[in-house]
């Protein structure tokens, strides 16, 4: 489908009926976006992983008033929401329904099947926006075509699977020259249930929808004009990046972008699929293409900052001259099924970053005093809290000569408590106290880029 576009739309770009009537424009505006890909309106996902977590009667009644309100909101301002109110207060019950049986007993099969209903209400509202704009639009539910194993919270695809179902569901509609609207972040596993791809996997869905479609890219429409130096409301300063590789917008992700969610370019990276970056909200400020190999490459591309890291230092005499201490202490961290970002290595210990929630939808806490003991058992396990990961993005850091000179100089007054560097030619990351974040990056910033 050589000039098929699939368009994603985050949470603030459909947060109300302003934002929608927005990006329905969008839509219409380009014949080649055939599949649009929606999250749940801003806030809604929140609310609903609270009433996931199980919570008392009353609390209870605050957060479904909460979400009724957001819809709410919205179909007040269509012209005729008769239909697409009785689907919503439909889903409403439901909601309802699992909200109180997840007060009785939480789980996260429940977690994904109660969360997934805010991008359901999303899309059916947008397919109504669209309709009132005299555009014609079919509703799909994304669970027919995107399977999945069973990890719920964090379901990783089945691409054989999802790529069969889009060959009989989606692709006879495209076939007809129809424009798709379905939900971002879902899928389904093979005893039907209910699966989410974990906090901000509406990119990835839209990634693997295009890879499927074999589309020309991706765009991911957003509540900024691109993807730039570092965080504008760190830095004004900041300057848009035009063009970058896959490879510096996968480490940018990783490393707290929230612009792309890091798995979003597994897809792209296979098929070789563009992902564009604009605003919704000005699409005429144009946007940031990421591909495949851009030029130029510079040594710097941008700072990457993200917030709530814990450090976990583990310490063992026993690791001296010793084998299997690490390979021990990894299975344990794979058993609770914790991901290790950074980490350096000592004679006596080893140094881990991880994040302070689990990459599951719940966002439940990593660590867990199963872990911890279990650790213990092993080693002398040490906490450190309160503080954030900065990394440097580039090409070919290995490469240049003065760069540590340069990067350690410009933030030498701040404490630095751990640098990873050597791993990999795209990133040199520092750990910091997190009352200093925003300072080193403001510095780096300044050094580097102005």
């Given at each position: 489908?050589?000039?098929?576009?699939?368009?994603?739309?985050?949470?603030?770009?459909?947060?109300?009926?302003?934002?929608?009537?927005?990006?329905?424009?969008?839509?219409?505006?380009?014949?080649?976006?055939?599949?649009?890909?929606?999250?749940?309106?801003?806030?809604?996902?929140?609310?609903?992983?609270?009433?996931?977590?199980?919570?008392?009667?009353?609390?209870?009644?605050?957060?479904?008033?909460?979400?009724?309100?957001?819809?709410?909101?919205?179909?007040?301002?269509?012209?005729?929401?008769?239909?697409?109110?009785?689907?919503?207060?439909?889903?409403?019950?439901?909601?309802?329904?699992?909200?109180?049986?997840?007060?009785?007993?939480?789980?996260?099969?429940?977690?994904?099947?109660?969360?997934?209903?805010?991008?359901?209400?999303?899309?059916?509202?947008?397919?109504?926006?669209?309709?009132?704009?005299?555009?014609?639009?079919?509703?799909?539910?994304?669970?027919?075509?995107?399977?999945?194993?069973?990890?719920?919270?964090?379901?990783?695809?089945?691409?054989?699977?999802?790529?069969?179902?889009?060959?009989?569901?989606?692709?006879?509609?495209?076939?007809?020259?129809?424009?798709?609207?379905?939900?971002?972040?879902?899928?389904?596993?093979?005893?039907?249930?209910?699966?989410?791809?974990?906090?901000?996997?509406?990119?990835?869905?839209?990634?693997?929808?295009?890879?499927?479609?074999?589309?020309?890219?991706?765009?991911?429409?957003?509540?900024?004009?691109?993807?730039?130096?570092?965080?504008?409301?760190?830095?004004?300063?900041?300057?848009?990046?035009?063009?970058?590789?896959?490879?510096?917008?996968?480490?940018?992700?990783?490393?707290g972008a929230k612009v792309l969610h890091p798995a979003t370019l597994l897809p792209a990276v296979r098929s070789n699929i563009p992902v564009y970056v604009g605003s919704s909200k000005a699409p005429e400020q144009g946007g940031t293409w990421v591909t495949r190999d851009p030029q130029p490459r510079p040594t710097f591309r941008a700072i990457a900052?993200?917030?709530?890291?814990?450090?976990?230092?583990?310490?063992?005499?026993?690791?001296?001259?010793?084998?299997?201490?690490?390979?021990?202490?990894?299975?344990?961290?794979?058993?609770?099924?914790?991901?290790?970002?950074?980490?350096?290595?000592?004679?006596?210990?080893?140094?881990?970053?991880?994040?302070?929630?689990?990459?599951?939808?719940?966002?439940?806490?990593?660590?867990?005093?199963?872990?911890?003991?279990?650790?213990?058992?092993?080693?002398?396990?040490?906490?450190?809290?309160?503080?954030?990961?900065?990394?440097?993005?580039?090409?070919?850091?290995?490469?240049?000569?003065?760069?540590?000179?340069?990067?350690?100089?410009?933030?030498?007054?701040?404490?630095?408590?751990?640098?990873?560097?050597?791993?990999?030619?795209?990133?040199?990351?520092?750990?910091?106290?997190?009352?200093?974040?925003?300072?080193?990056?403001?510095?780096?910033?300044?050094?580097?880029?102005?």
């Amino acid at each position: 489908m050589a000039n098929l576009s699939v368009a994603k739309f985050g949470g603030t770009s459909v947060a109300n009926y302003a934002a929608m009537t927005a990006c329905a424009k969008i839509v219409i505006a380009d014949p080649n976006t055939r599949v649009v890909v929606l999250s749940a309106s801003a806030g809604v996902t929140n609310l609903l992983v609270a009433l996931a977590n199980g919570c008392e009667a009353t609390q209870r009644a605050k957060l479904l008033a909460e979400v009724r309100q957001i819809q709410e909101n919205i179909l007040n301002e269509l012209k005729d929401a008769g239909t697409v109110r009785l689907e919503i207060e439909e889903l409403l019950t439901n909601i309802e329904y699992l909200a109180e049986a997840a007060s009785l007993a939480t789980s996260s099969a429940l977690t994904d099947e109660l969360i997934s209903h805010g991008e359901m209400m999303s899309t059916k509202i947008f397919v109504q926006v669209l309709r009132e704009l005299n555009a014609q639009a079919t509703w799909v539910d994304v669970r027919t075509v995107v399977a999945t194993n069973s990890n719920f919270g964090k379901a990783a695809p089945d691409d054989e699977q999802t790529q069969k179902n889009s060959d009989n569901v989606l692709k006879p509609l495209i076939d007809r020259g129809e424009l798709v609207i379905t939900q971002g972040f879902i899928g389904r596993d093979p005893n039907g249930k209910t699966t989410t791809l974990g906090r901000g996997g509406s990119d990835y869905s839209a990634a693997l929808i295009a890879e499927v479609l074999n589309a020309k890219d991706v765009l991911i429409w957003t509540d900024v004009a691109g993807i730039y130096s570092t965080d504008p409301r760190i830095v004004p300063n900041a300057q848009r990046i035009d063009t970058m590789s896959f490879a510096e917008a996968a480490e940018m992700a990783t490393f707290g972008a929230k612009v792309l969610h890091p798995a979003t370019l597994l897809p792209a990276v296979r098929s070789n699929i563009p992902v564009y970056v604009g605003s919704s909200k000005a699409p005429e400020q144009g946007g940031t293409w990421v591909t495949r190999d851009p030029q130029p490459r510079p040594t710097f591309r941008a700072i990457a900052l993200r917030r709530d890291q814990t450090l976990l230092t583990l310490s063992s005499l026993n690791m001296l001259h010793a084998q299997g201490f690490l390979a021990n202490v990894f299975n344990i961290l794979a058993k609770h099924k914790i991901s290790v970002d950074t980490i350096t290595t000592s004679e006596v210990s080893v140094a881990l970053t991880l994040d302070k929630t689990g990459s599951a939808s719940s966002g439940a806490e990593l660590l867990s005093s199963d872990l911890l003991n279990e650790l213990s058992e092993v080693c002398t396990v040490k906490v450190d809290t309160g503080l954030a990961l900065v990394a440097l993005i580039g090409n070919d850091l290995h490469l240049s000569a003065g760069i540590a000179k340069r990067i350690f100089g410009t933030i030498e007054e701040y404490n630095i408590r751990m640098i990873s560097y050597g791993a990999s030619t795209n990133n040199i990351c520092t750990l910091v106290h997190s009352a200093h974040a925003d300072d080193v990056v403001r510095a780096l910033h300044k050094e580097l880029f102005e």
